[in-house]
């Protein structure tokens, strides 16, 4: 059975830090490359970091120098480290994983809600 299991998530205020973990099992974890995408009300899912198993990382413009995209291939968990928080990060962030040896093979968590506001 695969799952990804994100946690970490919660209410904070502008220009506060979270950490969100997703934790995968069911899965040959070095076969995949993780992401973190989040969904706010009425926009459309949009990807806010990803890492490769040999450690290459993408950010959306909106949050470069902002958050960190990690991960422990021992652990078989990917973290996302998100600092200066502002009120437009609020959304629901999901955890996803994707087949780099396998097209259109991907899996994604439930979604953990993270809401900024004061």
């Known amino acids: 059975q695969v799952q990804l299991v994100e946690s970490g998530g919660g209410l904070v205020q502008p220009g506060g830090s979270l950490r969100l973990s997703c934790a995968a099992s069911?899965?040959?974890?070095?076969?995949?490359?993780m992401g973190w995408y989040r969904q706010a009300p009425g926009k459309q899912r949009e990807l806010v970091a990803s890492?490769?198993?040999?450690?290459?990382?993408n950010y959306a413009d909106s949050v470069k120098g902002r958050f960190t995209v990690s991960r422990g291939n021992v652990k078989n968990t990917v973290y996302l480290q998100m600092n200066s928080l502002k009120p437009e990060d609020t959304a629901v962030y999901y955890c996803?994983?994707?087949?780099?040896?396998?097209?259109?093979?991907?899996?994604w968590g439930q979604g953990t809600q993270v809401t900024v506001s004061s």
């Open positions: 996803n994983g994707q087949n780099r040896y396998t097209t259109n093979l991907e899996f």
């Open positions: 890492i490769t198993s040999g450690g290459i990382t």
């Open positions: 069911g899965i040959i974890f070095s076969f995949y490359t």
